[in-house]
């Protein structure tokens, strides 16, 4: 084992654990007392307000069959990330750290639960009634890239610790010669 090995292997739950962190630390964030939002939200206002209605095109409006599937995805990693999943992946992998396949889909699990939550949300038009972007356009995929944050990138660089760790570990393995009777 080489001596980067355990920093590596010390680093990635605690790169797996930041997306968690920042889902329970915003939860528990309270917003301000409703009095001070009281005189912020009326302090600038001159009185009265409008009303109105919009009435949107129903052509505009995605029905995508893949709006479920991205619905539930968003879901499930929502999910996952809450209960700390991540760190439950990379602690899997360190416990099979002698197995030549755990570290590789330890990496693999992060990458797709970092992947997961850009890919998956709603994103919507600029306009009122443009409602969610279709799926696989320019558009889309300008907002998937704009999209990221700081929880992924800590995934994704968990994952490469987790390659990393296991890469300082692992051992060449001789393949099983066939047996002359079973060619």
């Known amino acids: 084992m080489s001596s980067s090995a355990p920093l590596a292997w010390a680093a990635a739950p605690a790169a797996a654990a930041y997306p968690t962190w920042d889902a329970w630390r915003t939860r528990f964030e309270w917003p301000a007392p409703p009095e001070r939002i009281y005189e ?71 990458t797709l639960l970092a992947v997961i939550r850009p890919l998956s949300a709603d994103y919507r038009g600029e306009d009122v009634c ?33 390659l990393l760790a296991s890469g300082a570990e692992r051992r060449t393995f001789t393949p099983v010669r066939s047996l002359r009777g079973l060619r």
Do not use: K, M, N
């Open 40 to 110: 912020e939200y009326y302090a600038g206002d001159a009185g009265g307000f409008a009303e109105g209605s919009v009435r949107c095109d129903p052509g505009a409006i995605d029905r995508s069959p893949f709006l479920l599937v991205r619905d539930d995805l968003a879901t499930l990693a929502e999910v996952a990330t809450t209960w700390a999943v991540p760190v439950l992946i990379v602690l899997f992998a360190l416990v099979r750290r002698r197995s030549p396949t755990a570290a590789p889909r330890a990496a693999w699990a992060l």
């Open 130 to 162: 443009s409602g969610s972007l279709p799926l696989f356009t320019a558009d889309w995929f300008e907002a998937v890239l704009a999209g990221w944050e700081l929880g992924e990138l800590w995934l994704l660089g968990a994952a490469l610790l987790v």
